[in-house]
Every structure is written in C-alpha cells, then in structure tokens.
T-cell receptor, first 110, second 112 residues
C-alpha cells in the first residue's frame, strides 16, 4: 500500500512565523497535492506538483508556496502565518488507481 | 470551472433506514470518487467510478454514476451506527495532473 506521511499531526504557530508542512510518499508517484479542509467548504486545492521542481497553483494559493526538491517529498510553506490559515492540511499522492491521503496536519495560528 | 455539489450537507437517520446522498458536478469528467472521513482522521477511499452506469457496492454502501446527468449517488442500506462519518464525493479535473475537486461533504449521523 502507498503510504503518505505528514510529519506533524498538530502544530501551533504564532502570527508572522514561517511554517513548513512536510509530506513524504513512498511509491515514486509523480503527482502530489496539498489541500486545506475547513468545515462546510470541503477540501480546497492549494498547490500541486507533477514532477520534481514542477509546481502549479491550485484554487487558493495566496499566502502559500511549495517546494519539491525530491520526488518523494512535497513541502507546503506558509511564508508569514496568519490566523485565517488555521485549518486542517491534507497532502495526497496520486497513483493510477486513485489517491492516497496523509493523516493530516491540524495547524493553529495564534 | 468544475463545481461539485453535494447534498444534503447534514443527515441524521435512524438505524435500519435507507437514504441516498447526491453528488452533482458541472463539467465532463471520467472519474468520480467517494471518500469517508471519521472525525480527526484522514480520508478513506470508498469507491472509484469510471464509466457511465458504473455501480459499486461494499457492505451497506452502494455508489452509482450517471455521466450524462453528471450525477453520482451513494446509497445507504439499513444504516448502522458505524456508518456515522462525513462522506465526500470528488471529481477528477481534466489535465495531466488530474487534481480533485471535492464536494462540501455530507455529515452523516446514524441514531440508535
């Protein structure tokens, strides 16, 4: 089974901090995604990557950036965290049969 | 722009009853997914529907796809408490990366 690992389950950060959320997959998949999940809004796509060093904006990229230096790792960066970025963040990896999601990082910005 | 609408958003049902969750999407897509999410947990894949008329069943859940109507349904038969969760449908967007667009989710509570 594909495994998608998000390094932190819970994070509390201060407003203005630079925040790194890490995601690692173990199956050499090319496509990886970052979503945020908020009540009543479902999951919304922040950024995705289809290969090393390749990235594209999703639907809500403002305030975020990403990095993919190695195929297995896709990082989400909050350049200057704000309280409206308090959310659940889910990473996903795509394979032929569908997607595998990580366990999520619940980020609170205070 | 692809939009996915799911209804109802909230559903309380008694054990033993049947109900259907609906998922409409706005543009052509060749894959539709159903996921389950328990509180505080990640998404668990339930079904992947690939073609018009596709029907898949697992236990008390059955999913179907009508690509002409751009409609998928998730039917729950004789609900039990263990089915309480949030259910999402999601649709592949066209393009090489095929990122998913999600519905808002249906929070299902099965009451004894």
């Amino acid at each position: 089974d594909v495994k998608v690992t998000q390094s932190s389950r819970y994070l509390v950060k201060r407003t203005g901090e630079k925040v790194f959320l890490e995601c690692v997959q173990d199956m050499d998949h090319e496509n990886m995604f970052w979503y945020r999940q908020d009540p009543g809004l479902g999951l919304r796509l922040i950024y995705f990557s289809y290969d090393v060093k390749m990235k594209e904006k999703g639907d809500i990229p403002e305030g975020y950036s990403v990095s993919r230096e190695k195929k297995e790792r896709f990082s989400l960066i909050l350049e200057s965290a704000s309280t409206n970025q308090t959310s659940m963040y889910l990473c996903a990896s795509r394979f032929r049969g569908g997607y595998t999601f990580g366990s999520g990082t619940r980020l609170t910005v205070v | 722009e692809l939009k996915v609408e799911q209804n109802p958003l909230f559903l309380s049902m008694q054990e033993g009853k049947n109900y259907t969750i609906y998922c409409n999407y706005s543009t052509t897509s060749d894959r539709l997914y159903w996921y389950r999410q328990d509180p505080g947990k990640s998404l668990e894949s339930l079904f992947v529907l690939l073609s018009n008329g596709a029907v898949k069943q697992e236990g008390r859940l059955m999913a179907s796809l009508d690509t002409k109507a751009r409609l998928s349904t998730l039917h729950i038969t004789a609900a039990v408490h263990d089915l309480s969760a949030t259910y999402f449908c999601a649709v592949d967007r066209p393009g090489s990366a095929r990122q998913l667009t999600f519905g808002s989710g249906t929070q299902l509570t099965v009451l004894p």
